[in-house]
């Protein structure tokens, strides 16, 4: 697959993920979280020993949403997160949508991190799996990214923070549609300094420092679904559609190295 660089102002890119990084984990969350060991979740359930569930609050610009609980749920094998309008503003943290956001209770550190996914078509939106750290858990910001911004679903944008620094964006095409049907997504973080992103079990990319030094946190596993605001020029502007968004996961798993 041919790799080209985003063509999004990158400040506009770093603003939104900055915000994210600042805020989350500011509601629920265990007090302290252990260093997690392997695991394959099918998503038959919500299983509260692992995962839990953002609920009441928002991120704040560009994340122009509220996070819900009730927007994160199981069916058949499958998780889905939720976009829409239900009870918003008032039951959405005063943003005007409401959508979903599940993360690990625990930390994880090297290994591979995957998932399989179905993301969602609709400019202005950012279907996600990715791994997150930062002053929530008394750690730096570290963060490594798999996204498919709506605007254009033939492609998967893959980045990553060390200590708040990022710019390390790199958009990959496709070669199909990530909001028709599911796909694998994966990402290598390697203790040796690399780490290697695959699409359906195919080496896309890898960062071995280069560009900047790598994460070196634990981090916790995420997925979520937002739409942005302020960001067009990332993002594209936002358009509710007037009907129910879904990002859909099939399993996610985590194999320590």
């Known amino acids: 697959m041919r790799k080209i660089r985003s063509r999004a102002p990158m400040a506009l890119a770093l603003a939104a993920l900055t915000v994210a990084a600042t805020l ?29 569930k953002a609920d009441g609050y928002s991120n704040g610009n560009p994340f122009n949403v509220g996070w819900r609980a009730d927007h994160v749920w199981f069916n058949g094998g499958v998780m889905g997160l939720n976009l829409d309008t239900a009870s918003c503003p008032g039951g959405c943290s005063g943003k005007p949508y409401a959508s979903g956001e599940y993360r690990t209770n625990d930390l994880f550190s090297y290994g591979r991190f ?34 498919v911004l709506g605007k254009n679903t033939t492609q998967v944008q893959l980045n990553y923070f060390t200590n708040g620094v ?5 958009v990959i095409n496709l070669g199909f549609d990530a909001s028709t049907g599911y796909h694998n997504y994966a990402f290598e973080w390697w203790n040796g300094g690399t780490i290697n992103w695959f699409v359906d079990g195919r080496l896309v990319h890898q960062e071995n420092g280069s560009r900047g030094p790598l994460p070196t946190h634990p981090q916790r596993i995420m997925m979520n679904l937002w739409p942005g605001i302020g960001v067009d020029g990332w ?20 194999t320590k190295y």
């Open 166 to 170: 990022g710019g390390h964006e790199t």
């Open 114 to 147: 995957e998932t399989r996914m179905k993301a969602v078509k609709n400019p202005g939106t950012v279907s996600s799996f990715f791994t997150y750290t930062g002053p929530s858990d008394g750690q730096p910001w570290d963060e490594i990214d798999v996204e």
């Open 24 to 52: 989350i984990g500011a509601g629920a969350r265990p007090a302290e979280a252990a260093i997690g060991p392997s695991f394959v979740d099918n998503f038959d359930a919500f299983n509260t020993g692992r995962w839990h």
């Open 235 to 254: 993002l594209q502007p936002f358009t509710y559609p007037g009907r129910t968004l879904t990002a859909n996961y099939d399993w996610a798993r985590y």
